[in-house]
């Protein structure tokens, strides 16, 4: 898309600090530029590759926020601790927070994205987030996806309510997936 790139590696600081743990942050970022600047599809594109100290989560957001960022990608870290497995981790406060598009990476992509999922309660956020996909992925085939919680089910014997029940969601999405298009 010819965009400029900005790598962040923020190194989490909530525990004990010392002068080597922060001379050793710092001594990061020549290192993550090397890597950045040697990756073969980095050629000809204009990188930044930054190490900073702080909350994960909170110096991404304020960062994108600070330089208009457009897609924010992210991935998942290590988990280290039980408090962070407790609270959420860092992807999951980006996604909640982030007022830019997150494209949330796990895998290496082994090729261009064809094959995009977005999921939908059929709010105008998620109609947002659909127009992105479609404008980003204008090539990919596109699947929406809306899972509910039947609250009946297990209230009710299945077979007198299962098809009736279905039979009447398949009428609402399809009515509300018309709407949209």
């Known amino acids: 898309w010819g965009a400029s790139v900005l790598v962040v590696h923020i190194v989490d600081d909530t525990g004990l600090q010392t002068k080597d743990f922060v001379a050793h942050a710092h ?20 990188v930044e590759a930054i190490v900073t100290l702080g909350n994960p989560a909170e110096r991404i957001l304020t960062k994108c926020d600070r ?54 309660d059929f709010s105008s956020p998620s109609r947002v987030a659909l127009d992105c996909a479609l404008a980003l992925f204008p090539g990919g085939k596109t699947t929406i996806v809306n899972a509910y919680d039947d609250t009946l089910i297990g209230l009710l014997p299945f077979d007198q309510t299962t098809d009736a029940l279905a039979e009447q969601h398949k009428r609402e999405m399809r009515a509300a997936v018309g709407k949209l298009m």
């Open 67 to 120: 330089l208009f960022i457009d897609l924010l990608i992210v991935a998942p870290g290590e988990r280290t601790s039980l408090g962070r497995h407790l609270l959420g981790t860092t992807v999951n406060r980006v996604l909640r927070h982030a007022l830019q598009p997150v494209l949330s990476v796990r895998n290496s992509a082994m090729g261009p994205y064809r094959n995009i999922a977005v999921a939908t």
């Open 27 to 46: 001594n990061l970022e020549p290192k993550l530029r090397q890597q950045v600047n040697s990756h073969p599809l980095a050629a000809g594109l204009e």
